[in-house]
Antibody
Framework: QVTLRESGPALLKPTQTLTLTCSFS??????????VNWVRQPPGKAPEWLAR???????YYSTSLQTRLTISKDTSRNQVVLRLTNVDPADTATYYC????????????????WGLGTLVTVSS | LLTQSPGTLSLSPGERATLSCRAS???????LAWYQQKPGQAPRLLIY???STATGVPDRFSGSGSGRDFTLTISRLEPDDFAIYYC?????????FGQGTRLEIK
């Protein structure tokens, strides 16, 4: 069974750096085609994709946030870490991680499953 | 850019729901998904590759479309289906979501 769980601070002050960890089980990020995405969703709004890291360490970022985002993986601990620098109240959202298995590797390419999410509030 | 319509759809249980997702540029059918989200929950994959049903999803959910226009159809609404639905293209980065359609009980 594939599961993902997000963890990180619930409250941050403006200008701080947000560090989130996605801990997963049921798959290995060393397997060809495996990817982990980060998505956020401000209250009452649509999901927004942030970043993806692939089994081969390729990384992809949201165009609007790429200067503030860093994604990395620790395959020995089955974790993916997302860092967002210089946070602002507009970064207040529930942050999710979700797995992708690429179509080339026999998956469907979509986000499945997702973690439960973690709410991050940025406020002074 | 993915634009979903309508923004809100008010229907009764047993009725048929048709939700639309229009892309600003052509999307390969293999790269279009639909998700269901209920309050306080993460999105759940319903449909991938425009028309393939994800594991465990009831067969009253179906997807269709190609190019710029895609549709999610729920054949006979059940009380559990009232939620927000999002389309997503995952063929190229940045991956994008539509703004959602809220399906509410009439």
């Amino acid at each position: 069974q594939v599961t993902l769980r997000e963890s990180g601070p619930a409250l941050l002050k403006p200008t701080q750096t947000l560090t989130l960890t996605c801990s997963f089980s049921g798959f290995s990020l060393t397997s060809t085609g495996m990817c982990v995405n980060w998505v956020r969703q401000p209250p009452g709004k649509a999901p927004e994709w942030l970043a993806r890291i692939d089994w081969d360490d390729d990384k992809y970022y949201s165009t609007s946030l790429q200067t503030r985002l860093t994604i990395s993986k620790d395959t020995s601990r089955n974790q993916v870490v997302l860092r967002l620098t210089n946070v602002d109240p507009a970064d207040t959202a529930t942050y999710y991680c979700a797995r992708t298995l690429t179509m080339a590797a026999g998956g469907n390419g979509a986000f499945d499953p997702w973690g439960l999410g973690t709410l991050v509030t940025v406020s002074s | 850019l993915l634009t979903q319509s309508p923004g809100t759809l008010s229907l009764s249980p047993g009725e048929r729901a048709t939700l639309s997702c229009r892309a600003s540029e052509s999307v390969k059918s293999t790269n279009l998904a639909w998700y269901q989200q209920k309050p306080g929950q993460a999105p759940r994959l319903l449909i991938y590759a425009a028309s393939s049903t994800a594991t465990g999803v009831p067969d009253r959910f179906s997807g269709s479309g190609s190019g710029r226009d895609f549709t999610l159809t729920i054949s006979r609404l059940e009380p559990d289906d009232f939620a927000i639905y999002y389309c997503q293209q995952y063929g190229r980065t940045p991956i994008t979501f539509g703004q959602g359609t809220r399906l509410e009980i009439k």
